[in-house]
């Protein structure tokens, strides 16, 4: 159950803390004072979306802190999935707390485990069953009532549901990637004929950057090959001749003779002398370096032409695969990689199509079998709200369940194959009619709260909050929704935030809100009643004043009446 509910710094509340009783706990105010604070805080806790303007003015963050008392029981029927996300709890003490920052940024924790604001409100959800203020509108809401339906029909319901859905959008997104693939099926296959050629023609190609440049070497010195061979001749023969000429070597050769004559004079002759001599070693070397060198080049036109048309190669898949021989090489990769893929692709639409009739086959198997369990559920949800609505002075009123099943397999949508709508009958000898064309928002209020009290005995909720589930009622059926909240707090522990001081007469806890304004400020507070202050709060609620003695003693009474049991 919920042990209390703290909330600081929250729009117009300061610092204030509830501490809830087992069974019945109701908040009270004047219009306007604040009470949907309440339940604004608990959705928060429940994963709702922050907005703007709910941080107050006494701090730099709005704090929402809420205690359960959890036994074994209740833990079990936490499911794992939800563990998962928060991590294990155990029997005792399980707080949870959502800090809202003033710069937009919100923290969650269970415990002291820091968790996402979706986490939280999977645990809170679990413990809490939340009914807003405006839900009995909800109810006119077929997808609202088809989740009424499965929710009665119990939890492997409510998971088979699940299950579809996810099945559904499964095969919903399979049948969309195989539309897609075969609708691209002939053009892909006009690419992957154009990649196979462009694919072919580089790879027997066989371009490297490395050749290229060996070629373009090779080019530049046949094409020249007569001039190099006669130039470097020329050379080595300046430099040593094989006839009997005067050479560059002769030169050299007399002046390291003259020096040699002369070198004992002084040691840096000597250095003079042997420097010549090297000179000699080197002119002999570079002559023969000369003649080997023209000794290797070919004049030969043929082999000049074949390095001419595998330039002119090079030159033409460079220009029309990205202007360079490196451009041409990196299409080939990505050609072969886009080829590959697409080859893929041809290869997977078959398994897209295994896929997509494997789902939608899956998917109407299971809508069929939710459209059993769910049509095996309307006469027992009919029944119970019927047992419900007896007690809250709707006893001749009759409400249907109608569900319609399409055998149309395109016409599954993401709750399945089935439509549901609530119809009412509000008095013997009419005809049922949907509950919006038929129900008050008096009946609204009171088909809700029947269906709620329901669904906490099929499905054992601990703590329920009603946000003015009395809306749009008064007199006797005043006295029959307080008896029947009071009867549900006997075995669920209820908040319940109402206008009604029949309800808030039944209360075992009674809180109120109120707004305080000084000179510059508005503040609202919360506070537990106890005693005169409880009377003095129901006579408010009956709409007399303290001093109105007849009023006043009205308000004790319905008190009185009210802590001794049901009201009559």
């Known amino acids: 159950m919920l042990a209390s509910l703290s909330i600081r710094n929250f729009v117009l509340i300061e610092d204030a803390t509830l501490d809830f009783h087992p069974g019945l706990n109701v908040l009270t105010g004047e219009t306007g004072a604040g009470k949907t604070l309440l339940t604004r805080a608990l959705g928060l806790l429940m994963g709702e979306r922050a907005e703007e303007g709910l941080i107050g003015n006494s701090g730099s963050e709005a704090i929402i802190q809420a205690v359960f008392e959890l036994s074994n029981k209740e833990l079990t029927e936490v499911p794992d999935s939800v563990c998962e996300l928060v991590g294990q709890l155990a029997p005792g003490e399980v707080i949870v707390t959502r800090r809202l920052g003033r710069d937009g940024r919100t923290?969650?924790?269970?415990?002291?485990?820091?968790?996402?604001?979706?986490?939280?409100?999977?645990?809170?959800?679990?413990?809490?069953?939340?009914?807003?203020?405006?839900?009995?509108?909800?109810?006119?809401?077929?997808?609202?009532?088809?989740?009424?339906?499965?929710?009665?029909?119990?939890?492997q319901v409510v998971e088979l549901a699940a299950e579809f859905r996810e099945t559904f959008l499964l095969a919903r997104e399979a049948a969309r990637k195989f539309e897609e693939s075969l609708r691209r099926h002939d053009a892909r296959l006009r690419e992957i004929e154009l990649l196979r050629?462009?694919?072919?023609?580089?790879?027997?190609?066989?371009?490297?950057?490395?050749?290229?440049?060996?070629?373009?070497?090779?080019?530049?010195?046949?094409?020249?090959?007569?001039e190099v061979v006669r130039s470097l001749s020329a050379a080595a023969e300046l430099l040593k001749s094989d006839a009997d000429q005067p050479d560059a070597l002769g030169l050299v050769t007399q002046a390291a003779g003259q020096v040699g004559l002369v070198k004992d004079v002084d040691a840096a002759l000597v250095s003079l002398c042997d420097g010549l001599t090297d000179l000699q070693y080197q002119l002999q070397e570079i002559a023969r370096d000369l003649r080997s060198y023209a000794s290797r080049v070919l004049i030969d036109p043929g082999r000049l032409d074949q390095v001419n048309d595998r330039l002119r190669l090079y030159s033409d898949l460079a220009r029309k695969y990205g202007g360079s021989t490196a451009a041409a090489l990196e299409y080939l990769d990505q050609a072969k990689a886009r080829l590959s893929?697409?080859?893929?692709?041809?290869?997977?639409?078959?398994?897209?199509?295994?896929?997509?009739?494997?789902?939608?086959?899956?998917?109407?198997?299971?809508?069929?079998?939710?459209?059993?369990?769910?049509?095996?559920?309307?006469?027992?949800?009919?029944?119970a709200i019927q047992e419900q609505l007896a007690d809250l002075g709707m006893d001749q009123a009759r409400v249907a369940i109608e569900v319609s099943s399409t055998d149309d397999p395109q016409a599954?949508?993401?709750?399945?194959?089935?439509?549901?709508?609530?119809?009412?009958?509000?008095?013997?000898?009419?005809?049922?009619?949907?509950?919006?064309?038929?129900?008050?928002?008096?009946?609204?209020?009171?088909?809700?709260?029947?269906?709620?009290?329901?669904?906490?005995?099929?499905?054992?909720?601990?703590?329920?909050?009603?946000?003015?589930?009395?809306?749009?009622?008064?007199?006797?059926?005043?006295?029959?929704?307080?008896?029947?909240?009071?009867?549900?707090?006997?075995?669920?522990?209820?908040?319940?935030?109402?206008?009604?001081?029949?309800?808030?007469?039944?209360?075992?806890?009674?809180?109120?809100?109120?707004?305080?304004?000084?000179?510059?400020?508005?503040?609202?507070?919360?506070r537990l009643l106890e005693g005169a202050e409880v009377v003095e709060e129901l006579c408010r609620m009956l709409g007399g004043r303290l001093?109105?003695?007849?009023?006043?003693?009205h308000a004790r009474d319905l008190r009185d009446r009210g802590s001794r049991g049901l009201l009559d």
């Open 341 to 383: 893929a697409l080859q893929d692709e041809e290869e997977n639409l078959s398994e897209l199509g295994e896929a997509r009739a494997a789902l939608s086959a899956r998917a109407r198997q299971l809508a069929e079998i939710l459209s059993s369990r769910r049509r095996e559920a309307v006469a027992p949800l009919e029944e």
């Open 412 to 526: 599954l949508r993401e709750t399945g194959a089935d439509s549901v709508e609530f119809l009412l009958r509000a008095n013997p000898g009419q005809p049922a009619r949907s509950l919006a064309r038929t129900a008050s928002g008096g009946e609204l209020s009171r088909i809700l709260l029947a269906i709620k009290c329901a669904l906490a005995e099929a499905a054992g909720h601990d703590t329920l909050v009603f946000d003015e589930i009395d809306a749009g009622i008064g007199g006797r059926t005043a006295v029959a929704v307080a008896n029947k909240l009071r009867e549900l707090s006997n075995t669920s522990q209820l908040i319940v935030v109402t206008h009604l001081p029949q309800v808030a007469a039944l209360a075992s806890r009674h809180f109120l809100i109120e707004k305080v304004s000084g000179a510059d400020t508005t503040v609202a507070r919360l």
């Open 107 to 155: 923290r969650c924790y269970v415990n002291d485990t820091a968790v996402t604001v979706s986490a939280l409100g999977a645990l809170v959800g679990e413990l809490v069953s939340f009914s807003g203020q405006h839900e009995h509108r909800r109810l006119l809401n077929p997808n609202y009532q088809l989740a009424v339906l499965d929710r009665w029909a119990g939890p």
């Open 197 to 226: 050629f462009q694919v072919d023609e580089l790879e027997r190609a066989r371009l490297s950057l490395e050749e290229e440049e060996a070629l373009v070497s090779e080019q530049r010195l046949l094409s020249r090959a007569e």
């Open 547 to 553: 001093d109105d003695a007849e009023v006043m003693a």
